[in-house]
């Protein structure tokens, strides 16, 4: 007999802004994202970043994810998209931690709309 070793997953409840006026009639815009309970904040947003759930117009300069004082950001790239961190570590956030995350539009007057890299 073959032993299987399963690895539970944790649920988190991911909302993000609307990007315009037509996105507001999809509102509220929710997801559940089902998580390995130790990923951390990066592993998560980099994952979000693959999905399909976070929209990049033409001119987005892209979405920030934070938990305390973490905050990771989901840019776009020519042909994908790549998280960075913007403030904290990231790696004191885990999904076991977590229930829910919170991704807003980093709009022309957001202080990260020109952040590089966090320490």
Known sequence: MENVTM?????VTLTR??????????????EVFAFD????????????????????PSD???WTIE???AVVAVRP??????AICLRGDPA???AADIATLSATYVRPNSPWRFARHGP
Do not use: E
Not at 7 to 11: L, P, Q, T
Not at 17 to 30: L, T
Not at 40 to 49: K, N, Q, T
Not at 77 to 82: G, I
């Open 7 to 11: 690895v539970a997953s944790i649920a």
């Open 17 to 30: 802004d609307s990007v315009c006026m037509a996105d507001d009639v999809d509102a509220p815009h929710q």
């Open 37 to 56: 309970p130790d990923l951390d904040l990066m592993g998560m947003a980099r994952r979000i970043a693959r999905s399909s759930y976070l929209p990049m």
């Open 60 to 62: 987005a300069w892209g």
């Open 67 to 69: 938990h305390g004082y």
């Open 77 to 82: 790239r020519l042909l994908t998209r790549y």
């Open 92 to 94: 004191t956030v885990r």
